[in-house]
């Protein structure tokens, strides 16, 4: 019996499809990691790393407030698209995004006074660089996972933001003020969101007439609210050592904001993995085979979190040296908590919150994320007040260490019962 399983997972339909070839998500990522690769870094070799500083400290307040403008789809979007009939799905589209689209305005104002009061420097363009954020939470992601079309993905969103962002960093290169770099971005973000939506709404067969906006919000209330606040927690887990370091030890916020976007960037190479089975999980057949196909993904990822934290651990100071026209130098004994912090993460942490939230149990995440949070405030600002940007590191490898130990036991009612 046991063979036959093994042997009929190669054949699900959602493995055999197209739009959930690993390819495409390759090629997504792959674009998706470029464009703020290589914006991030080639700024920082033009203006000066305190001015750097207050931009990433804005971005950090600005992925914060974006929470507000994503109404919680990054979390649980595609499980409702793919839980949608078909003839609602563009619906439930266009309902969301304008209510996204009326959460824009405070969402950045809010944000733009934070990072205003929260920079020492710098305090307009670190304003500006949480703007830049909340535009960019208008995308249309969720609703190509949950319909299982990343090659759409690609053509409509990926590919066009990719050339926005090097659009944006000719500008930049050519008048060396990156007041215009971010302008252009923000800009050019939210036209392609609109036209992106009108084109989608086109090729439907939608009478606008018949939409009825105000009732947007009931689509899964229960759910988004709880999403919308998995997503919140999760942004101040994300934001939390750069605001405690900029309290404790603001010398030290430059190092810290480069380290961590070298570590992001190295997580982002592992989401075709990720996303592939995002989308497989929306497959009915799935359901039959549920315990080898969470082990399969708990192997898969385990193996890749390895080889990607080893990169990391090898080659971040040499990659951080470069990139920052050797602005900032670390050595190996700064990465090691780091790599370890990136493997929990993404042999543990990634494919359970995965799993848990393709089978709709987002209480267990929140709850797990909840008792992370309240843990790590303290493990946080004592280790960081105390010990810098050591401290931190460190603190960052404790909670990711927490966040895994409380994904695994929300998990274990659900998931290792079957096995």
Known sequence: MRRQRVLKIHHIEGEEKGGNSIIFHAVNTFFSILGPLITSFSVLRVISVDAWGALALGQAIGLFSSIFVSLGTNV???NEIANSKKSKQVEVLLKISFIQIVALIPASALSFLIAFLFSNSNKVLAGLGSVSLNFSALTIAWYFFGKGEPKKLLIFETLPRFIITMLSLVIFFNTENIYNQIFIQII??????????????KQSTIDWHLLNIGISLNIQYS?????????????????????ILSLTANAAVPTWAAIDKIARYFSIVNEPLTNRYRNLSNTQQ?????????????VQHFVSG??????LFISGPRVLSVISSNKIILDHQSFL????????NLSTRSPAFLLLSSKNNLSGILRSLSFTFILSIPILYILTRSYSFSGACFSVFIVSLLTALFYLS????????NC
Do not use: E, Y
């Not at 799935?286 to 708990?298: E, L, M």
């Open 76 to 78: 649980n979007g595609s």
């Open 188 to 201: 050019f973000t939210f036209l392609l969101f609109v036209i992106t939506l009108f084109v989608i709404f």
């Open 223 to 243: 759910q988004r609210i709880k999403s919308s606040t998995i997503a919140l927690i999760s942004c101040l887990n994300s934001v939390t050592p750069i605001l």
């Open 286 to 298: 799935i359901n039959d085979f549920k315990s080898f196909f969470s082990w399969r993904v708990f």
């Open 306 to 311: 390895a080889i990607l934290s080893l990169c």
């Open 337 to 344: 908590f780091i790599s370890i912090s990136l493997f929990i």
């Open 410 to 417: 929300a998990m274990k009612s659900r998931f290792i019962k």
